[in-house]
C-alpha cells in the first residue's frame, strides 16, 4: 500500500501546517455551517486530503451519499458544469445534514465558460450545496468565482513538521537504517512538499537505496536538461515541454532546474548566477504567463 493513502490524515486534528484553516474548521462544525472554499498553494501541501477531511467532519455518516469529488482538469468542459455537476447540486441530501458538498480539485483546469456557468449554480442552490475549489495558482480562477468563496492558502510545510511526519512513520514502518542526519538534507530537497517526501522515502525503502542517491534520480531529468542547455543543444526545448505533458507545473520545473544549477559541478560560477536569476524570474512571471510560452522564454535565455 503507499504510504502517502495509508498515512493520509483523517481528521482535523491531523492536518499539518495550516493552522488558520483547522481552527476556522472547527467553528463551522460547531456551527453546522460553511462558506464555500477556496483552497490554493503549491502541489503537495494537502489541499485535497483537508477538502476530504472537511467534508467528512461535516457530513459525518452520510458522507458517500452527500460527496462528490471531481478532477476539474479532466472534467474541464462546459458540459461537465451544465450536467455532472447542476444534477449533483439540485438533488436533495440524504440524511441529517444541512447541505451537500462537492470538491472541484484542479480547478484551474476548467474553462472559462465552466467557471462562469459554476458561478451562476453556487448563486442558485446556496441553500443545498457548498463547493470546495483547490487549485495552485489562484490568478487562473475568476474573480467571481474567487469573490463567492473564503480564500485559503495552503503553506508549504515546514521542515520541522515534515521532520515529524517522516520518522513516525518510519517508526510505524520499523524503518531504522535512516539516521537524523540522512533526513535533514533530504526533507530540505523536497521544499515542503510533504507528498513527495513520503513518496521518495518509501521508494527509497523498497530499492534498499539511500535518500541522497533517491533526491539524485529524482533530479535525473532535469540534469539532463542542463547538460543540453550548457551544450547549447536546441533539442531540450522538446524535453522541458514534455515535462509538462507529464503533469508538471512551471513552478517545479524551476525548482527542479534550481536544484540541478546548484548541485551542477564545474559550472562557472557567473554562468550559475546568470542561470538562476533567469530560472527565478521564469518561477515569478508563472503566474501570469501560458506555462509552455514560458518555457520556451526560459529556453530561449540559457541558451
Known sequence: ?????????????????????????????????MPNLLLYGNSGNGKTTASVVLAKTMLGESYSDNFIEINASDDRKLETV???I??????AS?????FRIC???????MTNDAQNALKRIIERYASNIRFIITCNDRNKIIFALQSRCANYHFKPINNESMLTVIESILEKEGVTRFS????????????????????????????????QKQVEVSLEDYKEIMMKIINKNANVLNDIHN???????????????????INADGLDNNIKFKFLRTIGESEYRSQTMTPKLLLSWLVGQLL
Not at 507545473?249 to 534550481?258: A, S
Open 103 to 109: 470538491l472541484l480539485d484542479e480547478m484551474e483546469g
Open 180 to 211: 537524523r542526519e540522512d533526513l535533514h538534507p533530504f526533507i530540505y530537497a523536497m521544499n515542503g512538499d510533504i507528498r513527495r517526501a513520503i513518496t521518495e522515502l518509501q521508494a527509497a525503502k523498497s530499492s534498499n537505496s539511500t535518500l
Open 243 to 261: 515535462l509538462l505533458y507529464e503533469g508538471q507545473t512551471v513552478k517545479e520545473v524551476c525548482i527542479g532546474l534550481h536544484e540541478a544549477v
Open 1 to 33: 500500500m503507499l504510504w502517502t493513502e495509508k498515512y493520509r490524515p483523517n481528521k482535523l486534528g491531523d492536518i499539518l501546517g495550516q493552522e488558520h484553516f483547522v481552527m476556522d474548521a472547527h467553528s463551522w462544525k460547531e456551527e453546522n455551517n
Open 82 to 84: 451544465r450536467e455532472k
Open 94 to 98: 440524504f440524511g441529517d445534514v444541512p
Open 86 to 91: 447542476k444534477s449533483f447540486a439540485r438533488s
